[in-house]
C-alpha cells in the first residue's frame, strides 16, 4: 500500500466517526512533508469561509476541504505552507446492504471547494474513489 493510500485509509476511519451531512461522511487533511498539519470534517453549520468560497449562496455549509484550510490558516498563519502542502479528502458510505461496514466513495472536491484550493495554490490534491483514490 503506498503512502497515499495509507493516508486516505486513514482519512476514512475518521470519516466513519463523523455525523453524515446528507449522507455524506468526508474527512480531509493537509500534509507537508509527512506531517500532518490540519484536518477538517463536513459541519452541519455556516461558516465565513465556506460563504467565501461556496458554489452558490445557500452552499454555506462547512465541507471538510475548507475546515481544513481554514484550521490550517488558524494553525500556522502560513498561506506558504498550506500552498506547498498536499491535500487528502476521504468519503466514507454503507457498504450496499449492509448498514455496519463503510467503503471509500468518491470524494472530488466540488467547485466551491476547487476555488479555495486554487486560492490558496494548493497543487496536489488526492481523494478517494470507488475504486481507489485520484488526483486532481
Known amino acids: 500500500m503506498d503512502r497515499h493510500s495509507k493516508i486516505l485509509k486513514h482519512l476514512a476511519l475518521v470519516a466513519e466517526d463523523v455525523s453524515p ?16 498539519i490540519s484536518y477538517g470534517v463536513c459541519q452541519y453549520k ?3 469561509f465556506q460563504k467565501e468560497y461556496s458554489k452558490n449562496n445557500a452552499a454555506i ?17 502560513d498561506p506558504d505552507l498550506i500552498s506547498k502542502s498536499t491535500l487528502y479528502v476521504s468519503r466514507v458510505k454503507h457498504a450496499s446492504g449492509n448498514h455496519k461496514d463503510f467503503v471509500c466513495s468518491v470524494a472530488k472536491p466540488c467547485e466551491g471547494c476547487q476555488k479555495a484550493i486554487a486560492a490558496f495554490n494548493i497543487r496536489k490534491v488526492y481523494f478517494t474513489t470507488d475504486e481507489g483514490y485520484d488526483i486532481l
Request: aromatic fraction near 8%; hydrophobic fraction near 45%.
Open 61 to 77: 455549509f462547512l465541507h471538510a476541504e475548507n475546515a481544513c484550510i481554514s484550521a490550517a490558516l488558524n494553525r500556522t498563519r
Open 46 to 48: 455556516s461558516h465565513p
Open 21 to 36: 451531512i446528507r449522507s455524506s461522511k468526508i474527512a480531509a487533511a493537509l500534509v507537508f512533508k509527512h506531517n500532518f
